[in-house]
Antibody, heavy 118, light 107 residues
C-alpha cells in the first residue's frame, strides 16, 4: 500500500533552517511528484510547491521563492523540503503529498510539526 | 493567483442530514478541483478529484459537482465520522490554492 512517512517534529530558532523528509513506499517513486503543503496554527492549508521525482523539476509558491528548496533522492525514494531563514510565522505542520504535476495529492504523509521560537 | 472561496465557513448539522458545501473560484478552473477532509492531528484525506470523481475507498455518500467557477461537495447522509473540516483545492494553474475551509460540526 502507498505510504508517505515524514520525519519527526523540529524546534528551530528564528533564522535557522529546517529540512523535512518524506519517505515513500508502495509505488514507483519516479512515476509521481511530491507536493508540500503546510498548515499554520488555526489556519487553512497552504500549498508550498511541487517537485517531480522523475526529473527534479520544481515549482514553488512565489512567497517562498528563495527560501525553499525541494529535492528528491530516488535511491531511497525520499523527498525533502528545506526552508531557510525561518521566521515565527513558519511555525506549522508540514505535509507531503503524492501527485503528478497539475494533479491533486492522493496520498499524504502524517505531517511534521516545525516550531520556530527563540 | 486564483482565489478559492468556500461557504459556509462553519456548518452545524446532525447525523443523517444532507449537507452541501460550496466552493467558488475567482476565475474558471475547468474541472480541476479537488476536495479534502481534514481532522485535527491527521493528514488530509483526498475525497474527490476532477470536481466529481470519487477517490478510491471514499464512501458513495460523498459526491461532487460543478465546473468553471462554481462547485459543490454534497454528503447525502451525514455519519459521525464525517464531522471534520473540508477544503477545496484548485490545481488548474500555479500557484495551487485552497479554499479557507468549511468546518462541519455536530448540531
Amino acid at each position: 500500500q502507498v505510504q508517505l512517512v515524514q520525519s519527526g517534529a523540529e524546534v528551530k530558532k528564528p533564522g535557522a533552517s529546517v529540512k523535512v523528509s518524506c519517505k515513500a513506499s508502495g509505488y514507483t517513486f519516479t512515476s509521481y511528484g511530491i507536493s508540500w503543503v503546510r498548515q499554520a496554527p488555526g489556519q487553512g492549508l497552504e500549498w508550498m510547491g511541487w517537485i517531480s521525482a522523475y526529473n527534479g523539476n520544481t515549482n514553488y509558491a512565489q512567497k517562498l521563492q528563495g527560501r525553499v528548496t525541494m529535492t528528491t533522492d530516488t535511491s531511497t525514494s525520499t523527498a525533502y523540503m528545506e526552508l531557510r531563514s525561518l521566521r515565527s510565522d513558519d511555525t506549522a505542520v508540514y505535509y507531503c503529498a503524492r501527485g503528478e504535476e497539475y494533479q491533486p495529492g492522493d496520498y499524504w504523509g502524517q505531517g511534521t510539526l516545525v516550531t520556530v521560537s527563540s | 493567483d486564483i482565489q478559492m472561496t468556500q461557504s459556509p465557513s462553519t456548518q452545524s448539522a446532525s447525523v443523517g442530514d444532507r449537507v452541501t458545501i460550496t466552493c467558488r473560484a475567482s476565475q474558471s478552473i475547468s474541472s480541476s478541483l479537488a476536495w479534502y477532509q481534514h481532522k485535527p492531528g491527521k493528514a488530509p484525506k483526498a475525497l474527490m478529484y476532477k470536481a466529481s470523481s470519487l477517490e478510491s475507498g471514499v464512501p458513495s455518500r460523498f459526491s461532487g459537482s460543478g465546473s468553471g467557477t462554481e462547485f459543490t461537495l454534497t454528503i447525502s447522509s451525514l455519519q459521525p465520522d464525517d464531522f471534520a473540516t473540508y477544503y477545496c483545492q484548485q490545481y488548474n494553474s500555479y500557484p495551487i490554492t485552497f479554499g479557507q475551509g468549511t468546518r462541519l460540526e455536530i448540531k
